[in-house]
């Protein structure tokens, strides 16, 4: 194992100078949590998180990506160990600032410790099986109706995924009173983007499949100002239910 070697903010200027063109607030991270892993190890795993002095040992042959609180990604690569150190807040920064990037990532590593894990694991089943479709949702903007009752979405936009799509199917979309059917699920398309059918201030949508219904999922709408940051969407998905895009958004902000 090579020498201890030190997470400090020298990752925090590269976002900072990243967040100055996207209107980013970003603080110094003092704590992560591992948001990917090769490889689960007794000590690391989805969820497993990290605060300041902590020592994160990586095994070798394994890869860990940490999410910190300011947004910023660390890639650690074993064997190796590091040291994260404790950080002053920057200028302009207020400790309950940085409390609240806490909290959301405190709630990000709730969620990958619980259906993080279970959404991976199914889908290194249905990986194993040669299930059709991906093994997991690819775009974390669109709704998995065989899976989910709630869904989240942005700027008015229902996009509907099926994980199957290698055949046609007659759907229909309720939206409160207004029905909207005799519609045509392509054969080969996995998405079927609804928008336009949605009325104003929609809060679910009834699917029906070949006038059969499969279920009703719950509507939330990305909060005014949540799109500063990975944490304010990547919590906001993960506290809504909205679990199969919650996932897709964070293995999107790993790389993956």
């Avoid at 259906?115 to 990986?127: C, F, H, W």
């Avoid at 009325?199 to 909060?223: A, F, G, K, M, Y």
Wanted: contains cysteine.
């Amino acid at each position: 194992m090579r020498s201890i070697s030190v997470i400090h903010c020298s990752t925090y200027l590269l976002a900072a100078s990243a967040a100055a063109s996207s209107n980013t607030t970003a603080i110094a991270a003092e704590n992560y949590v591992v948001i990917a892993i090769s490889r689960n190890s007794e000590e690391l795993s989805l969820g497993t998180r990290f605060i300041a002095n902590d020592r994160i040992v990586v095994p070798a042959n394994v890869t860990v990506t940490l999410l910190g609180e300011d947004g910023s990604i660390e890639r650690l690569v074993g064997p190796s160990a590091y040291i994260i150190t404790k950080e002053e807040l920057p200028s302009g920064q207020s400790g309950a600032s940085r409390a609240e990037y806490q909290s959301k990532l405190a709630a990000i590593g709730d969620f990958l410790s619980g259906e993080g894990r279970r959404i991976e694991s199914v889908g290194g089943t249905r990986s194993g099986n040669q299930s059709p479709g991906p093994s997991y949702n690819p775009d974390p903007w669109v709704i998995p109706i065989e899976t989910t009752d709630h869904g989240c979405v942005r700027d008015g936009r229902i996009v509907l995924w099926r994980r199957d799509a290698k055949e046609s199917l007659s759907l229909a979309v309720r939206f409160g009173d207004e029905l909207h059917d005799k519609l045509v699920w392509d054969e080969n398309h996995e998405t079927f983007d609804a928008s336009g059918y949605v009325p104003d201030n929609v809060d679910s949508v009834r699917i029906e499949l070949d006038h059969d219904t499969l279920r009703t999922i719950s509507l939330t709408q990305l909060p005014a100002g949540a799109e500063e940051g990975p944490l304010d969407v990547a919590s906001w998905m993960a506290r809504s239910g909205c679990n199969e895009q919650a996932f897709a958004f964070i293995r999107q902000l790993a790389g993956r």
